[in-house]
């Protein structure tokens, strides 16, 4: 992989989604790429992780049980205003995506996700936030 | 129906035209029946005074001169000549007859001088009274005559003066009521002889005024009236009235049918109006029942239609939601297992399996199954674009992407149809501004349209792209059996189709033209039978907007004239929606 990013700083990441297995994965595959994953699975884990630590970037599934992802979404932005967010939505409720952007996330991806794409969406928010 | 129409439209007709007809008979008979009185009476009262008159004239000779001067002939011939001066030759002759029947003086052209009278039935019955006209009588000479008779007294004894009355003189009186064609009238006495000359030929029957005879007294002092019928059948009216005091009797006789032309004719008319009316309320009922029924039917089939669409609509719709539920299902452990997949890659590039003997192995199977895992993707992808509502969100559309990937979409279905699907795709053109679901439906219905055209024998399906300036051209072509010309013109109309009931929803080219229409293009067919259809979607390319990029004349020139050639839209600038 990106060599030169082996030696940087972990990326601190919020991975909110409530389908367990794939968060487990992910978050091993992540590992392995210099991305520190943060694992919440649920609307509410993510707020209660958020309040305990900084993250560079969070991703966001939109469909979760508990909560709605743009109420998630918009509590995100209350608590840490400048921490961008990527949100995941499932084939066809681009809507949504489009009215959390609205809200001030910072991209979408369409779930499921190539983890290349997911993890340069995620460069690309760190970059833009620097 | 048609029976209630008819019977409800033509009652009040006929009981008005009834009761009318009715109401007009009756007071046109009384009106024939009044007239006919009326003349008859007046005709009687003629009769009447004519005999007075005569009877006056001669009573007033006896009176006047006595016994002695009317033995005298040559005095006698000249109050005959006299008598004849002032009323003409209605006198005949005069004669002085004495008590004993022997008539002593006579003026006249007969020879009756000396006639003995004391046999004659008149005779005896002007004996008995001081005035006497007697009945019609052939008397000595021979020919039909009657006589006004008077008697006076001389010295004691009676004799009488009488006269005889010319018989053609008085038929003229009779002769000279005549009605219409058949109304005549007659004089009987009340032995029933006739007292006028007789018509045989229309002469009432015996039968008939021997039933006016047979009156009783009150009855003789005024008019009868009666309809019957005589021994043919004949429908007639018959007049009866009284003169001379009783002795004798005018009958006049119509026939009914004459007596009631005018009211025949009337009524004649009427019918034939009321009939005329009859055949035209009957043939209105008729053409409007049905007509109105023809219409309900085919308002039932098309509602039925229409049901059945809906149903078969409802039924998509809910596959439809089945299928994205399952599809987004299926995403996730997909998802998982691709994402495993790529761990063990990840895994692999460690140094302790780099030596191993089968690395290859695992990387290929890896690597299968990642492809796999995004074959999954594309279908589940591929379902819920189908089942979904379609977005019409505009976004820049790489039209050729969008085409292959319904080619690859439609191959399974093509491949059962024995259909080859060709392309054509011009490289390299610009990106459309559309919705790509709603430019999905479009292509994917022309192509099932094509493909279920096919079915039966397979075909060829060929799918070509092109610019012509600012506008991207989409051609799909079948060597189909073609649509014959009339169906062409309706082929966009909404719920019009060719396909079976319940194969088709008559939806599928009517949402295509729509969706065309909104994004500022235009949906042309052509097609000839037998030889096959070509669809011609003609689209403004990106950075066309507010342009006014097609022109009908142009696209119409472009069409082989033998083609039947269908031009479904003038283009409106393009339509954004956002």
Wanted: charged share 25%; glycine share 8%.
């Amino acid at each position: 992989m990106n060599d030169k990013k082996e030696h940087l700083e972990p990326v601190q990441l919020l991975l909110v989604d409530d389908e367990r297995g794939f968060v487990d994965i992910i978050s091993k595959r992540m590992g392995k790429r210099n991305i520190e994953v943060t694992k919440a699975f649920s609307g509410t884990e993510g707020i209660r992780a958020l309040r305990g630590q900084d993250f560079d970037v969070a991703v966001l599934d939109l469909k979760m049980e508990d909560m709605d992802g743009i109420e998630v979404l918009k509590l995100f932005k209350k608590i840490v205003p400048d921490m961008p967010v990527i949100m995941l939505t499932g084939h066809g409720s681009e809507q949504a995506a489009r009215e959390g952007i609205q809200f001030g996330a910072f991209d979408y991806l369409t779930k499921p996700c190539e983890l290349e794409d997911l993890i340069g969406k995620i460069h690309a928010a760190i970059e833009k936030r620097r | 129906m048609v029976l209630i129409i008819t019977l409800v439209s033509l009652t009040p007709l006929f009981l008005v035209s009834g009761i009318i007809l009715y109401q007009f008979h009756v007071s046109y008979k009384e009106k024939v029946y009044d007239h006919l009185g009326e003349l008859i009476q007046k005709h009687t009262q003629n009769i009447d005074r004519f005999l007075k008159e005569k009877l006056a004239d001669i009573r007033f000779l006896a009176e006047t001169f006595g016994f002695e001067d009317l033995s005298d002939e040559a005095f006698l011939r000249d109050r005959l000549e006299t008598l004849q001066r002032d009323y003409g030759p209605v006198f005949v002759d005069l004669g002085v007859v004495n008590a004993q029947g022997l008539q002593v003086a006579y003026a006249g052209p007969f020879k009756l001088e000396k006639a003995v009278y004391s046999k004659a039935e008149w005779f005896k019955k002007a004996m008995n009274r001081r005035f006497f006209i007697s009945d019609v009588f052939l008397g000595l000479r021979g020919l039909p005559h009657f006589i006004v008779a008077v008697r006076d007294n001389w010295k004691g004894t009676h004799w009488i003066l009488r006269a005889t009355i010319d018989f053609v003189a008085f038929n003229n009186l009779v002769e000279n009521i005549h009605i219409g064609k058949t109304g005549f009238a007659f004089i009987f006495n009340t032995k029933g002889e006739p007292q006028t000359k007789p018509f045989s030929d229309i002469m009432p029957d015996r039968k008939t005024y021997m039933h006016f005879l047979t009156r009783t007294e009150p009855e003789k002092n005024r008019i009868n009236i009666v309809e019957a019928r005589d021994h043919s059948g004949k429908k007639k009216i018959y007049v009866s009235s009284f003169l001379k005091h009783g002795d004798w009797m005018m009958l006049f006789q119509q026939d009914s049918s004459d007596a009631f032309a005018d009211f025949r004719r009337a009524m004649g008319v009427t019918v034939l109006i009321l009939l005329l009316g009859v055949f035209g309320i009957v043939t209105t009922a008729l053409i409007l029942s049905k007509k109105m029924v023809n219409r309900i039917a085919r308002a039932d089939r098309e509602k039925e239609r229409m049901n059945e669409q809906i149903i078969r609509t409802g039924k998509l719709a809910s596959v439809g939601e089945l299928a994205a539920g399952i599809a987004h299902e299926i995403n996730n452990p997909v998802a998982i297992m691709v994402e495993e997949a790529g761990w063990i890659e990840d895994l692999l590039e460690e140094e302790e399996f780099r030596k191993s003997a089968n690395l290859d192995e695992f990387a290929r199977a890896l690597k299968q199954i990642r492809t796999q895992g995004k074959r999954c993707k594309q279908i589940t992808h591929k379902l819920l674009s189908f089942a979904r509502k379609t977005d019409p969100r505009v976004q820049d559309v790489q039209l050729n992407d969008l085409i292959a990937e319904l080619v690859e979409l439609s191959a399974q279905r093509a491949k059962y149809a024995k259909v080859v699907i060709n392309t054509h795709l011009k490289a390299g053109l610009p990106s459309l501004k559309a919705s790509p679901s709603e430019l999905q439906q479009v292509l994917l219905n022309l192509i099932n349209n094509a493909l279920d055209a096919m079915e039966k024998t397979g075909g060829i399906l060929d799918i070509g792209t092109r610019l012509e300036g600012a506008n991207i051209i989409i051609e799909i072509s079948d060597n189909g059996p073609g649509i014959p010309e009339p169906n062409l013109e309706k082929i966009f109309d909404p719920f019009f189709t060719t396909k079976p009931v319940g194969k088709g929803t008559g939806l599928g080219l009517s949402i295509c033209y729509g969706i065309v229409r909104k994004m500022g293009g235009e949906i042309e067919v052509r097609s000839t039978v037998g030889k096959g259809t070509t669809f011609v979607i003609t689209l403004p390319a990106k950075g066309g907007a507010g342009e006014s990029p097609i022109h009908r004349r142009e696209t119409t020139e472009r069409q082989p004239p033998r083609n039947h050639h269908t031009s479904l839209t003038n283009t409106p600038p393009e339509q954004r929606y956002e």
